[in-house]
């Protein structure tokens, strides 16, 4: 068996893997629909095996049945309609965009969306209720009942994934792709996966994935640039891609740093308290000297300049 046929999960293979004892794979209980209220408690990551995604944007041929299955798995609105963008409604859909190559011809190319389900997280650091939160096992997941519609999730996102129910007045969330998170507890493919039809969809081990990545880039150079997205980028996703056009031509985030901005935030959260206690020492001089009493002439002016009283 190759290295390619063994590192990839075919159906079978997946739920064979995690058939016996998928909760302590995954070292989570199942789980309740998409408001996960039922893992509220769960705050701690597991740590456990890292499930990504691979995306062949060679072979998508953009015939959308990943989006549609993943409005029909998700129960979303208009589940016959193909998405045209993220919405609330939304998690995923099939963007196309004509590239010329670098040999002169011009080409269609697809690009399945979706959240990145970065390793460290912007959107889990920037939320101050813990709505999203790193499952530690891949996906990222949001908890709708801890939401507080701040939307700090949104603007925190380096590929502005989050989307906002504006629709929703009274009790508005948050909505993006959760891995089909549930389903994998319970030994199923994500729905997007299992509906492609080309190929161009793999789920596993992100170790295993970035492996057969890196292998197909090196046994057929010709076809594959010699990157694969998501592998660095904002130090890492779970999300993959690999592509024959640069990845800026597809509307890629380009030049994104290998550190996630999350570390950037926690370094300056983790100066804080240093920072506070020395603004708390500069305000504390400050009113000392401001409330001192009015000092005395000799307190100011040299001694030698002091009217001494006549003796
Ligand atoms: S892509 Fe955006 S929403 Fe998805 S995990 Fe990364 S920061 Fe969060
Ligand atoms: S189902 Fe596969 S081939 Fe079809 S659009 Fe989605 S990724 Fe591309």
């Known amino acids: 068996m190759s290295a390619s046929k063994n590192t990839q999960i075919s159906r079978r293979g997946f739920l064979k893997r995690v058939g016996t004892g998928t909760a302590a794979a995954f070292g989570l209980a199942m789980l309740p629909q998409q408001a996960l209220s039922g893992y509220a408690s769960g705050d701690s990551e597991s740590h456990g095996p890292t499930w990504s995604l691979l995306i062949d944007l060679t072979r998508c041929t953009g015939c959308d049945s990943c989006a549609l299955a993943c409005k029909a798995s998700n129960e979303l609105p208009d589940a016959?309609?193909?998405?045209?963008?993220l919405d609330a409604d939304t998690y995923t859909f099939v963007e196309e965009h004509q590239v010329t190559k670098a040999d002169g011809t011009t080409v269609t190319r697809y690009v399945k969306r979706q959240c990145m389900h970065c390793l460290d997280a912007s959107c889990v650091s920037a939320c101050p209720a813990a709505a999203m939160h790193n499952s530690g096992e891949g996906p990222v997941i949001y908890r709708a009942d801890r939401c507080l519609g701040c939307r700090y999730c949104q603007v925190a996102c380096p590929f502005e994934i989050p989307r906002f129910d504006w629709d929703n007045g009274l009790t508005p969330k948050i909505s993006k792709c959760w891995m089909c998170f549930e389903g994998l507890q319970e030994g199923q493919l994500p729905a997007c996966v299992e509906a492609c039809p080309t190929g161009a969809l793999r789920f596993g081990r992100r170790d295993d994935l970035l492996a057969q990545a890196h292998?197909?880039?090196?046994?057929?150079?010709?076809?594959?640039?010699?990157?694969?997205?998501?592998?660095?980028?904002?130090?890492?996703?779970?999300?993959?891609?690999?592509?024959?056009?640069?990845?800026?031509?597809?509307?890629?985030?380009?030049?994104?740093?290998?550190?996630?901005?999350?570390?950037?935030?926690?370094?300056?959260?983790?100066?804080l308290p240093t920072v506070i206690a020395g603004m708390t020492a500069l305000m504390a001089g400050s009113a000392f000297i401001t409330h001192r009493k009015p000092a005395e002439p000799e307190d100011i002016v040299p001694e030698a300049l002091v009217v001494k009283e006549e003796e």
């Open 80 to 85: 016959d309609v193909v998405p045209s963008a």
């Open 215 to 271: 292998a197909q880039i090196a046994s057929n150079p010709a076809r594959y640039i010699d990157h694969v997205y998501g592998e660095n980028e904002v130090g890492g996703t779970s999300v993959l891609y690999l592509s024959d056009v640069p990845f800026e031509q597809l509307g890629f985030v380009a030049n994104l740093p290998d550190t996630a901005p999350a570390q950037e935030t926690e370094k300056i959260m983790s100066k």
